[in-house]
């Protein structure tokens, strides 16, 4: 096992009607409060008016940034930046996914920064304090609300860039599983691939002794097949939606990846997709995932593949260990289906004409030629895209 | 699943040579440092010296407890209080197992408490601010040094009693695989029974939906059952240690027992064994574990212990349930014994003269008889005491 720090330490208040447990955890900070939150999903279901009234019968004052976007943009930050400033907030408290998440995230830490926000993104290291950032989540799939990263994208430079900063530990989150109840079918399958993705990204790694966190990685995607489907055959059946929502957290808490070493490689590939083609984030996955597999699978590698097919997906001990890795591909690709995912790039309009240059972003992404779990390069990546085709 | 709320803030530096990171973490809380430890063991194998040097090194001065027993005695916390005092120490560092943690967190509450600090053990709401505290692992089994929880034994009252307060928790600990190299076998054998039975207290509850904290408890279990004999018949076997190390941490920092109801049975009914014979906690937990579980084992749990001898031992599923249960259950008696852990209390030459008043203080200490997984009355306990001579 590699050395490494665990650090999480944002209070999660989890379950049915815990939003009301907020107002105790943002006293101590102040009262006025900039809230972030996407399209008019909250004020369609009524999550909206329950948060407004919970936090001003506490006395708590608000101001909003409204419109945040899938793959969040620099623009809604700049925008948060100057209300949080307007309004003097001495905290921001997302209402969403992990877009509304990311934004609140990067607005906190820009609204105590005095140049353009995306200096922050670029570089962390001037991130030198932020506001308190709370979140109530009504999409699980990030792990944004307990960690300390954002994703933010460019669109001038086509660049979607992830930051990571000690400051944007959210103080603490809501996660209320009856918020899912009325998220869309195809959110629903996108989270799931999402979560999952997380925890591919560290379970196929070079470490081989982390025996802690492959256990508990193959418990969250043990969850998310039994539970997964659940979801989405039964939008309101609470057990499926707080183990969905529960796992969403501690697969991107750190806990599933510490201790072993590498880079993530499918969302570097991912990534480009968003910037490129604005795609949701964890249908990207879900169709770069099968392929980078298939295109990693060899005799360095198998041996993982075979525990994947046998403790996920339960597949009985086979002679042939190719075979066994090839159905616990298969399994994985035929389940992203099931849930309803597209599973080739063709099915969203894209070809090829943006491979090369999508691969050539990728690879210093994330270091992919060097610390990825089997290198990667250029072209290497150019075979996966075309793969996904 | 059950509402609840997760919060582990505790920053874990995990690794060989990790301790060069902690005067970073301690700096901003001050230069003075009340160092508590247990008998000589860290003089012996170099710990001591390691921690001195690069504390006094970074510029803290340091003064000492040492001498904390097992079943740490409030005696111990009320001296330690006083250095405290007397020293006008800013935090305090733990350096040690569960018992040189739990006594270093009491002390570090009683050192802002007026009173006698058994009171603060008593009614923990009297508990409003405590020094820093910090840890630095040479035993791993309690999970204390990612938790707000102590247990202290007053002799006097023969009383073992268990603390929580969310000022308790430790700001970073120190988790050094190599630490535990030194560590005597009854001793390594003992605190995987302690973490087994932390989770197998979360596993057996009546909250049957929490499926991603039963993935991560059946993964600990897994941990220790593999880890755990590799650590005993190679004591320098880094992924060995390092896993059962990090599997103790997680096995009781709230992850794989938050959000179910019910108390712990088999932890009051072993703290009498320690109140009443001062044996090593780990110990009583693996002499009355199993006999608990064939006690309770009944039509309502055959199915929960189904689950455990599948997806814990591996048996394959078989047409009688409980001739499964029952396999699960011997492989945890044997496990335990395997590890060279006594199986009877006779062993330990304890007869059944103590066994009504423990169970008459057992039952009250967890409201056994209304909130555990199967309702346990004194005669109940009495019947698990006996099934264990």
Chains 1, 2 share one sequence.
């Not at 063709?346 to 491979?355: A, H, K, T």
Request: with cysteine; net charge negative; hydrophobic share 40%.
């Amino acid at each position: 096992m590699e050395n490494f720090d665990f650090y999480a330490p944002t209070r999660m208040l989890f379950g049915k009607g815990k939003v009301t447990a907020l107002p105790e955890q943002m006293k101590p900070y102040g009262t006025r409060v900039l809230l972030v939150y996407g399209g008019g999903s909250i004020k369609i279901n009524g999550i909206y008016d329950t948060v407004q009234s919970v936090l001003t019968e506490a006395g708590f004052v608000l101001s909003e940034l409204s419109g945040v976007t899938p793959n969040p943009r620099i623009d809604a930050v700049r925008c948060g930046v100057a209300l949080a400033w307007e309004n003097h907030v001495d905290m921001v408290l997302a209402v969403g996914g992990g877009s509304s998440v990311d934004c609140a995230k990067v607005i906190a830490a820009g609204a105590c920064y005095e140049g353009d926000p995306w200096e922050l993104v670029k570089d962390p290291s001037k991130i030198t304090d932020a506001l308190p950032v709370f979140t109530v989540l009504t999409m699980s799939a990030t792990g944004s609300e307990m960690n300390p990263t954002a994703v933010i994208t460019n669109p001038e430079t086509k660049e979607k860039q992830g930051v990571h900063s000690g400051y944007l530990y959210p103080k603490a989150s809501v996660l209320d599983p009856t918020y899912l109840y009325t998220l869309p079918a195809i959110q629903t399958a996108a989270g799931v691939a999402d979560i999952m993705s997380h925890i591919f990204e560290g379970y196929f790694k070079k470490t081989e002794d982390a025996y802690v966190q492959d256990k508990f990685s193959e418990g969250i995607l043990k969850t998310c097949i039994k539970w997964g489907p659940v979801a989405l055959t039964e939008p309101e059946n609470y057990s499926a939606r707080a183990n969905i929502m529960w796992a969403a957290s501690m697969a991107l808490n750190g806990l599933c990846g510490c201790g072993k070493a590498g880079k993530w490689s499918c969302h570097a590939m991912g990534h480009q997709l968003g910037a490129y083609y604005d795609i949701t984030h964890g249908i990207s996955l879900a169709i770069v995932t099968p392929a980078w597999m298939r295109y990693i699978l060899s005799e360095e590698t198998v041996d993982k593949f075979v525990d994947y097919a046998i403790n996920v997906w339960g597949f009985p001990r086979e002679t042939d260990k190719f075979a066994l890795a090839n159905m616990g591909i298969d399994a994985t690709e035929h389940f992203f289906m099931d849930c309803g995912l597209p599973s080739h790039l063709s099915e969203l309009g894209i070809d090829d004409s943006n491979f090369q240059a999508m691969a050539e972003a990728a690879v210093p992404y994330a270091n992919l030629d060097t610390q990825a779990y089997v290198p990667l390069h250029v072209e290497d990546v150019v075979n996966i895209y075309r793969a996904c085709l």
